[in-house]
């Protein structure tokens, strides 16, 4: 049975709990920019670059709902996940919530010094995301499209991997497909130079490096004609596209699925050095920095995420949730976030653990 998640009148008895600065239904915080209806804060987002298209509309509506608070665009950041956990742990820029596309980059390079939980709440296929225009993908599908977009003078669009989970998520796709179409390397080494495993570089007549905020652009523009994107942007975005199968589209996350998704591997650059990343499903997680400007703010932010006022929304954004989510550390998670589950939010099952 699926556990309803709280809606919003319960989550805020709930995060009233937190601390003095909660007042009434929501939050007023004691120190801001004072108005004529009291005290103001401004919620301040970090989040992946996908997330650009629809979690600003999700921090206005937030904002709408309460008193005292305001998400104004220019206080959230839309970044590949590895750049946006720099920004926190590295450049110390403050956020009141951090959202990753990847749920391994908070526990691998958030905690325990910037944050000492996440919860796990969704997932996202990858889709092809295509120029209708170019002649040669006019009758592109499912079942055809890795055929499709390695003709002559076709190009991919693809984010950089050593700083947006993208990049290596696409690069997973590939290598993916290529084993399923038993192509031997042929595929990936259409795309990218090296062996797989190993550092992907480019192939610079074909693979474009162009940030994921910037897809919708560059397909407009005939700059590149295809580019694997999370299915979200897409739909946000108003892009044709073709689904991927499940056996590459890396959103199940099933024991069998995750198995299959760790045969890919690639090689990135982290820091001054490089690392290997395995395949692994497509999970988005959240946080509350523990640097955060407003703590209970970003605590109640995320709880508005987990409710049921917003849980039809993913679903038409793109997105398949996890209720109740997953957590890395119940005993750490927010009285206010326990609250989505009938005891306490479930762990992260070991098998998705285990690849942190």
Not at 84 to 101: E, H, I, K, R, W
Not at 135 to 156: E, F, K, M, R, Y
Not at 181 to 188: I, K
Request: hydrophobic letters at 45%; charged letters at 10%.
């Amino acid at each position: 049975m699926r556990p309803v998640a709280r809606n919003l009148a319960v989550v805020g008895i709930a995060v009233i709990a937190i601390g003095a600065g909660f007042v009434g239904g929501w939050y007023a915080h004691p120190s801001g920019s004072t108005s004529a209806g009291g005290t103001t804060s401004t919620l301040a987002v970090l989040a992946a670059g996908t997330l650009g298209a629809n979690l600003p509309s999700f921090a206005s509506s937030f904002a709408n709902e309460t008193p005292g608070v305001q998400a104004p665009l220019s206080a959230q950041l839309y970044e590949g996940s590895l750049a946006a956990a720099t920004t926190l742990t590295v450049l110390g820029q403050p956020y009141d919530a951090f959202v990753s596309a990847d749920y391994r980059i908070i526990p691998q390079h958030v905690e325990p010094t910037a944050a000492s939980w996440e919860v796990v709440f969704a997932t996202d296929p990858l889709v092809l995301a295509y120029d209708p225009s170019v002649p040669g993908l006019s009758g592109i599908t499912t079942s055809n499209w890795a055929s499709d977009i390695v003709q002559p003078g076709i190009t991919l669009g693809t984010p950089n991997a050593s700083a947006d989970p993208l990049g290596y998520n696409v690069i997973f796709t590939i290598e993916l497909q290529d084993s399923l179409d038993g192509a031997r390397g042929a595929f990936y080494s259409h795309f990218y130079t090296g062996s797989i495993g190993g550092f992907a570089g480019p192939v610079t007549t074909v693979t474009k490096i162009v940030p994921e905020t910037q897809a919708a652009a560059v397909l407009s523009t005939g700059t590149v004609d295809t580019y694997l994107i999370y299915r979200s942007y897409a739909i946000a975005n108003r892009l044709a596209y073709v689904e991927l199968s499940p056996h590459v589209d890396l959103a199940a996350y099933d024991p069998a699925s995750v198995a299959s998704d760790t045969a890919a591997s690639t090689t990135i650059v982290s820091g001054t050095s490089t690392r290997v990343v395995s395949g692994a499903p497509v999970l988005f997680a959240a946080t509350v920095p523990s640097t955060a400007p407003n703590v209970p703010l970003g605590i109640a932010f995320i709880a508005y995420l987990l409710s049921n006022q917003t849980s039809a929304a993913w679903t038409a954004d793109g997105y398949s949730m996890i209720a109740p989510a997953w957590t890395d550390h119940p005993s750490a998670i927010p009285a206010a976030l326990a609250g989505f589950a009938p005891d306490s939010l479930p762990v992260v099952p070991a098998y998705l653990a285990a690849l942190y």
